[in-house]
């Protein structure tokens, strides 16, 4: 049972407009999100992150939007540029408990 | 500062053969460690997990095995590898202190290509 499901596998955005990624999860305990970025041969690097006790997290052209009663998290990128390509993987956890369970998942491309 | 080293890159090995993957974590004292695998089209899966020296929980039944002699160093370890055992592992550290406590910060990855 994926608790963490990122159900679009690729997403192509023309350079300077908006990436939208998405991320669902099913686990109602989990009160912290995180998004990472990966470059092919490397490993994961944390991008941001978002509490449950919040709706909105912003760090420069990266927002993540988390909206708990549907269950439904977003990453926002404005604007989109050619090294935000990369596989982009959402991740969920709990204060409670020392795991992060991740996603499968988003490819991002950005064309210049 | 906090890095986290993991080798070998890449690693080609025979069915059967043994593993050893290593990971060390300098800078922080008592971390989380983790092992995650990424397989094609599966995501980050996570393998083994320990959050003190010889404690380790496993996630999902499998071929590989854990351990960690010291606080900061991690095993990944199988006796036979299966051609199923390949994939890109990870190794990822995280502390509850602090305030980037929920974040986890992986190494760079060893892609395992069983032949």
């Known amino acids: 049972d994926q608790q963490v499901k990122q159900n679009s596998p690729s997403l192509s955005v023309q350079e300077g407009r908006i990436s939208i990624l998405n991320c669902d999860y099913t686990?109602?305990?989990?009160?912290?999100f995180l998004w990472y970025k990966k470059y092919p041969a490397e490993g994961p690097t944390f991008l941001i992150s978002i509490s449950s006790i919040k709706d909105k997290n912003e760090d420069g052209r990266f927002t993540v939007f988390l909206n708990k009663s549907a269950k439904h998290l977003s990453l926002h990128i404005v604007p989109s540029q050619p090294g935000d390509s990369a596989v982009y993987f959402c991740a969920a956890g709990t204060g409670a408990n020392s795991k992060l369970t991740f996603g499968k998942g988003i490819t991002l491309s950005v064309r210049p | 500062s906090q890095t986290i080293h993991q080798w070998p890159a890449t690693l080609v090995q025979p069915v059967g053969s043994p593993l050893s993957l290593e990971c060390t974590v300098e800078?922080?004292?008592?971390?989380?460690l983790y092992w995650y695998r990424q397989a094609a089209g599966r995501g980050l899966q996570l393998l083994f997990y320990?959050?003190?020296?010889?404690?380790i929980s496993s996630e999902v039944p499998q071929n590989l095995s854990a351990s960690r002699p010291q606080d900061r160093q991690f095993i990944l370890s199988s006796k036979k590898l299966l051609l199923s055992d390949s994939g890109f592992y990870l190794c990822?550290?995280?502390?509850?202190?602090?305030?980037?406590?929920?974040?986890?910060?992986f190494g760079q990855g060893t892609r395992l290509t069983v032949v």
């Open positions: 686990n109602s305990m989990f009160d912290y």
């Open positions: 800078g922080t004292s008592n971390p989380n």
């Open positions: 990822a550290w995280r502390s509850f202190y602090g305030p980037r406590n929920t974040e986890a910060f």
């Open positions: 320990s959050v003190g020296i010889g404690q």
